[in-house]
């Protein structure tokens, strides 16, 4: 019964954005930009929120080999800043706003944010399987070379060896800064979406 | 990719960022986006109509004519808007489709106008969306047959050598319109069928009294004529049956189908006659063996249609009927045991068994009632008539229920074939589409490797490339890009990849090939020199037959064919890619 009653209240919704100058101040986007984003935010979500499902559906359109959904409900809940399940624009331009004109302190937040499932500030191993076996799950499975068993687990072990400085068996949020920081791949790649928009 | 989901893949690739600190290897460049242009409202003028939308709504879809260059032929320099001399009703469902991502086929439009219309902007009707596709096949197909059937009539003159003989036999057989012999054919067999029904129906006809005997029925008086006759029909009918099983394409469904059934049942009885002529037990047998002689009247639903349908129609209200029957039946138990012990006391009743009163149920119930068999007592006479008034709600209900579900049902069944013809199709279509994208990634892949090779160089030969493949389609590739970067695999297409699992079991593939997840000093160059490596290391072309062989027991993967791919080359997989695949090879030969 509540799940109709709450599909009702989805459809009824019509979840207006703040106003453009808000939104400007808010963002380091200018008008321009927004203007573009919320019209192709608007013409896939007409009720103005995006639900789970439907950016599960959006997300798997451009990873057409593998599965993307468990990735996508990760990403879902990193947009979804406030967990009230569904991603307004606001949620939408807050996380883009971070991730394309964000310092690179920012954006590593943001990854952290997203990796740390439970949002208790620490990373475990088990949440960082969950992650890699998700990414791992977008290749599908035609791959070259054929993607073994343990292939995520050795990722996670590697990834582990180089972030986790105090070896305790969780990666803090302190451990994971300072780590990145002090790798040139991942700086240089953290830029590379800087002229998306 | 949908359209409005290129809107979102500006988000996809921010999203990418989460993949980052996850990576060992440096990612590639992301596609630099030279053309700045800020959006710009395009005016395109259709007989007149002004549409307006942005640009970028049409470069969703790049394959298209309003989507690439060619519409800059249609530019109008005096009065900067594109001018299209076509019909202005229809243009409105193709800008639509740029808008919204879905076709839709409006029903009062000619299905051949909106057909070349499609055709003109290049876009191909599959991608109908399902609200409307189902009524743009039906129309099309009835298009289509309405088209066939003047074509036939045309060429009903013209003779097809290309047929063999049988298979114009067949074909005057089944369509008797094809020719004058198959017609005269058609009309020989009616009458025949006709004259054979007439003749079992006159002859047990009274005939006039021979003088000094009783009345004898026709058959028997004019015995030998009445043989003739019927010997004539079998012969006709027996020739037509072995010219049908000799020219039909597949006997053995020939045997089988009910047609040939009914032919058979029409003429045994007359040679089972011929050979047991004298034999006086078995001559009360065939005696009865002749009513199958009446099943010669079903031959007639060759010559009709409307005895086919009307069988077809039995047949697939079988369940209603069987539910009519069976409740029936129910009642007719339940009233005839009451009559009985209702009639038991009653002396000289009719009513001697519960079987026998079965009889005067069915006749009450529907409304017959010949009379032959009355109740008597008072009892009997209340429930005989609470049985004549349910017989009329028994039978009056259901029967309507059926005949509205005859047409119901008639029309389902022929919407659910047609639906799941179609739903294999439009699978198989969003299959080829997914493999399509997929290829089409892995395609410009190739043509990337070229880009970066010459980028490195400095050859500034990326804006051709860039030509190639729209911006958003670079942008998607890129991600990808970073995708396989990320996991240290590659995408590769089923073939190769059934080819790899092939060879990887037959050769124990060393573990030393798998990409070590280390990190290495010089990231850069290991990650080039593995693709390198790649481009040579493919299945050799002299396995010994052994192998293959006992390989093909291990796996169940179909192996194609002897031809292997040559070293720098890999299949082609799609048509619409063919064109950038002959650009990008012809780019190789140059600049190698």
């Given at each position: 019964?509540?799940?109709?009653?709450?599909?009702?209240?989805?459809?009824?919704?019509?979840?207006?954005?703040?106003a453009l100058e808000l939104l400007e101040a808010q963002s380091k986007f200018t008008k321009k930009e927004l203007q573009i984003l919320y019209r192709g935010?608007?013409?896939?979500?007409?009720?103005?929120?995006?639900?789970?499902?439907t950016f599960k559906e959006i997300y798997s359109q451009f990873f057409p080999q593998g599965d993307s959904t468990t990735y996508a409900h990760f990403l879902f809940n990193a947009f979804d800043t406030d967990h009230n399940g569904a991603v307004s624009f606001e949620d939408f331009i807050k996380g883009l706003s971070i991730l394309l004109r964000g310092t690179v302190q920012e954006k590593l937040n943001w990854a952290f944010n997203l990796y740390d499932i439970n949002k208790d500030g620490y990373i475990t191993k088990e949440e960082m399987l969950d992650i890699m076996k998700a990414i791992y799950d977008m290749m599908g499975k035609c791959t070259y070379p054929v993607l073994k068993e343990d292939a995520p687990r050795q990722h996670v072990e590697t990834f582990f060896q180089k972030m986790d400085k105090n070896k305790d068996g969780v990666v803090t949020i302190d451990e994971f800064i300072e780590s990145c920081q002090k790798d040139e791949n991942i700086m240089r790649s953290m830029q590379l979406f800087e002229n998306v928009i | 990719m949908a359209a409005g989901v290129a809107a979102w893949l500006p988000f996809a690739r921010a999203a990418a960022i989460g993949w980052m600190p996850v990576a060992n290897c440096p990612m590639p460049l992301a596609p630099a986006d030279k053309s700045k242009r800020q959006d710009e409202l395009i005016v395109l003028n259709v007989s007149?109509?002004?549409?307006?939308?942005?640009?970028?709504?049409?470069?969703?879809?790049?394959?298209?004519?309003l989507g690439s260059t060619e519409k800059e032929f249609f530019f109008n320099e005096d009065t900067k808007e594109y001018f299209f001399d076509r019909d202005p009703e229809v243009f409105r469902c193709v800008l639509n489709f740029y808008r919204t991502g879905k076709l839709h086929y409006p029903r009062y439009e000619c299905i051949s106008a909106y057909d070349d219309e499609l055709a003109f902007y290049?876009?191909?009707?599959?991608?109908?969306g399902d609200c409307c596709y189902e009524e743009y096949k039906d129309r099309k197909r009835e298009n289509a047959e309405r088209l066939m059937d003047d074509n036939d009539s045309e060429n009903n003159q013209e003779s097809m050598p290309s047929l063999s003989f049988r298979q114009t036999m067949w074909r005057a057989f089944e369509n008797p319109h094809t020719s004058t012999l198959a017609l005269v054919f058609y009309y020989v067999t009616g009458f025949f069928i006709a004259v054979s029904v007439i003749t079992n129906v006159v002859e047990t006809v009274p005939c006039g009294t021979v003088p000094g005997s009783k009345e004898l029925p026709c058959g028997e008086r004019y015995s030998v004529a009445f043989f003739c006759l019927d010997t004539a029909c079998v012969m006709i009918f027996t020739v037509e049956y072995l010219l049908r099983l000799f020219a039909a394409p597949s006997r053995y469904r020939f045997i089988r189908s009910v047609m040939?059934?009914?032919?058979?049942?029409?003429?045994?009885?007359?040679y089972i006659g011929l050979v047991m002529t004298n034999n006086e037990d078995v001559s009360g047998a065939f005696v009865t063996l002749r009513v199958f002689r009446v099943f010669r009247i079903f031959k007639f639903s060759r010559h009709s249609?409307?005895?086919?349908?009307?069988?077809?129609?039995?047949?697939?209200?079988?369940?209603?009927?069987?539910f009519l029957l069976f409740s029936l039946t129910m009642a007719i138990i339940i009233f005839a045991t009451v009559m009985f012990y209702a009639e038991k006391g009653s002396s000289a009743s009719k009513f001697t068994s519960i079987p026998a009163s079965f009889w005067?149920?069915?006749?009450?119930?529907?409304?017959?009632?010949?009379?032959d068999m009355v109740p008597k007592t008072i009892a009997g006479k209340i429930f005989g008539s609470i049985c004549s008034l349910s017989g009329v709600l028994v039978i009056a209900l259901p029967v309507p229920v059926i005949v509205s579900n005859f047409s119901r049902i008639y029309h389902q069944n022929q919407r659910a074939d047609?639906?799941?013809?179609q739903k294999k199709a439009r699978l198989a279509r969003i299959r080829v589409a997914k493999t399509g994208s997929s290829n089409a990634y892995l395609h410009s892949k190739r043509n990337g490797l070229l880009t970066e090779a010459l980028e490195l160089m400095g050859t500034p030969e990326e804006e051709h490339m860039g030509k190639t493949t729209s911006l958003i389609e670079s942008q998607h590739h890129h991600l990808l890009h970073c995708l396989e970067k990320t996991t240290n695999h590659e995408f590769i297409d089923e073939q190769m990849f059934e080819q790899n699992c092939m060879e990887s079991s037959m050769q124990n593939y060393p573990s030393t090939r798998s990409p070590s997840l280390s990190s290495h000093p010089g990231l850069t160059t290991t990650c080039c020199s593995r693709r390198s490596k790649k481009t040579t290391h493919l299945p050799n072309s002299n396995l010994p037959a052994t192998r293959l062989r006992s390989m093909q027991e291990l796996s169940t993967i179909h192996i194609q064919g002897s031809e292997q791919p040559s070293l720098t080359t890999r299949p082609l997989p799609t048509t619409s890619n063919e064109s950038q695949g002959i650009q990008g090879k012809t780019k190789v030969k140059c600049h190698k």
């Open positions: 019964m509540d799940s109709v009653e709450d599909e009702l209240e989805m459809a009824t919704v019509r979840h207006r954005p703040e935010f608007k013409n896939e979500c007409p009720s103005g929120v995006v639900n789970e499902e | 007149g109509r002004r549409f307006q939308t942005w640009r970028t709504t049409l470069e969703r879809y790049p394959d298209t004519l290049g876009i191909l009707p599959e991608i109908i040939s059934i009914i032919d058979v049942v029409a003429i045994m009885p007359y249609q409307g005895l086919r349908i009307l069988g077809y129609t039995l047949k697939s209200c079988a369940s209603e009927l069987g005067y149920t069915i006749v009450t119930m529907t409304t017959l009632g010949y009379g047609k639906r799941r013809a």
